[in-house]
């Protein structure tokens, strides 16, 4: 299934020579996983508390959620290739981006024509989702991201809805049903991944 995940292993490519600079200079990939779910938690709660009275702000959010996946992908890439993994790594790096997408999508409950019941759907499917991709190795298959509307998509979807606020001021009513067809898609991303876990997984 198509995603933008997909992209993963060119951009990681363009980051390699400042992720060695960084590991070089002692940064490690547990503070990177914790600095981009700090700033991803003070930017949602910037946005539900001033967001809705000026719509500008969110501006900031395409801004963030392009540069979060850097951090994500800088992480990662910091255990993988200079030996920094850990299983503290592996529980902050599947719980901090449970926590930093549901601040940076629960803003738009307040932002009209959405609501809670939408935005709650997309933050409780989300966190499903990515459940469902960390129990692969459970069953003993890989970690699974199929799409779609997996974590990368969902970072473009939001963060064209911010960049779309922050221009316009507000948004048409029409944009409503984008949420529930998010969540319709985020179900598929549910099956797929459950599916895709299941073929992996050794049979006896």
Do not use: C
């Not at 500008?56 to 392009?66: C, I, K, Q, R, S």
């Not at 599947?94 to 940076?104: G, I, P, R």
């Amino acid at each position: 299934m198509i995603s933008i995940y997909q992209l993963k292993p060119r951009f990681q490519a363009l980051l390699r020579p400042m992720v060695r600079a960084l590991a070089e200079a002692g940064v490690t990939a547990n503070a990177v996983t914790v600095l981009a779910m700090l700033v991803s938690l003070a930017l949602g709660a910037l946005l539900f508390v001033a967001g809705p009275q000026r719509p500008a702000l969110f501006l900031l959010l395409p801004l963030w959620m392009f540069l979060r996946m850097a951090f994500n992908a800088v992480d990662g890439m910091l255990a993988r290739e200079f030996g920094q993994q850990s299983a503290l790594g592996a529980y902050l790096n599947e719980l901090t981006d449970v926590v930093s997408d549901a601040a940076l999508y629960l803003p738009f409950a307040l932002v009209a024509p959405f609501g809670w019941a939408s935005v709650g759907g997309v933050i409780f499917l989300s966190a499903v989702s990515e459940m469902t991709g960390a129990l692969g190795p459970m069953v003993g298959a890989p970690r699974q991201y199929d799409g779609p509307m997996g974590k990368s998509d969902r970072a473009f979807l939001f963060g064209a809805l911010g960049l779309w606020l922050g221009l316009a001021g507000s948004l048409p009513g029409w944009i409503f049903w984008v949420l529930p067809l998010a969540v319709a898609a985020i179900l598929l991303n549910i099956v797929n991944r459950i599916r895709s876990g299941l073929r992996a997984a050794p049979h006896p």
